[in-house]
């Protein structure tokens, strides 16, 4: 059974039952998860968890908010990010290609497989993509009046474009395909983002 990943939270059960429920979710799918094993893995009863969520959906929709609530304040908090809102998409383009041991990007994977079944996984998905969706409008909106992009593309083009690429890479962990140089695919995004940057005034002369 793989070690519970470190979820920080005032209220230390809250936290238990998140854990519990991404290395579950992570692990065995959201099909094969069961509440009594998250229950398990957290040290409680069923009905702790039952008396917080009404089952796995709500689980999951939890887990998955922890998993990424701070991924935009880390993008802020980059040493790279000198204020340009356009240099925040280099950065999270950047980051696709870095291996990482949390059991989120698994937890994500499964979650958008049980997505086409299930319902309520599909809803707090749509909800929790729209979230997000919304902080990537804002930062290319940002990104256009300041001039770093080009005011004539459609932002909604724009967001799109980026979470097929993330989107994207939770396939290609399945297949765990040899993945490009950082630097390289730094600089493929960076010149990407250039390519959308605003068009140069035209010479007075």
Known sequence: MAPLP????????????????????AERGYAGARVAEIAKRAGVTT?????????KAELLSEAIEQATSGEFDAL????????????IIVIAGSHLVDRSDSPAPGMLLESFVAAR???????HLRSRMGDRGRRLADIVE?????????????????????HAV???FLLLEVLD??????AEWEAL?????????????PDPS
């Open 6 to 25: 470190d979820v920080g939270d005032d209220d230390p059960l809250r936290a238990a039952l998140v854990a519990a429920a991404t290395a579950e979710f």
């Open 47 to 55: 009905g702790a968890i039952y008396s917080r969520y009404r089952g």
């Open 76 to 87: 802020f908090a980059d040493h790279r990010f000198q204020g340009r809102m356009e240099d």
């Open 117 to 123: 079944h299930e319902p309520d996984v599909a809803a």
């Open 142 to 162: 940002a990104a256009k009046a300041s001039g770093g992009l080009d005011p004539s593309l459609d932002t909604n083009a724009m967001v799109t474009f980026c």
């Open 166 to 168: 993330g989107l994207g």
């Open 177 to 182: 395909p040899p993945l490009p140089n950082a």
């Open 189 to 201: 995004i960076t010149r990407l983002v250039a390519a959308a940057g605003a068009p140069p005034l």
